[in-house]
């Protein structure tokens, strides 16, 4: 995952409308705050994903099978 995301806000009928188009996500808040708090939260959200998935990955190279 890149180091600096860029998060795209638009206000559409009275809410906020956040998206990280590099990670795939789009989150609400009722203000900008809470968008941007939402957005920073999938951010986070996908990188513990992803740092999961690595360590997964480097068990599984570990072990072997007899």
């Known amino acids: 995952m ?3 995301q860029t998060i795209e806000i638009e206000e ?3 809410k906020f409308v956040a ?3 590099t990670i795939g ?3 609400t ?6 968008a941007l708090a939402n957005a ?5 959200a996908r990188m513990i994903e992803e740092a999961e998935k690595r360590k997964r990955r480097r ?3 570990d072990h072997t099978v007899a």
Do not use: N, S, Y
């Open 2 to 4: 890149e180091a600096t």
């Open 12 to 14: 559409t009928g009275g």
């Open 19 to 21: 998206t990280v188009p």
């Open 25 to 27: 996500a789009t989150v």
């Open 29 to 34: 808040g009722a203000t900008l705050d809470e």
């Open 40 to 44: 920073e939260q999938a951010i986070v």
């Open 59 to 61: 068990r599984g190279k």
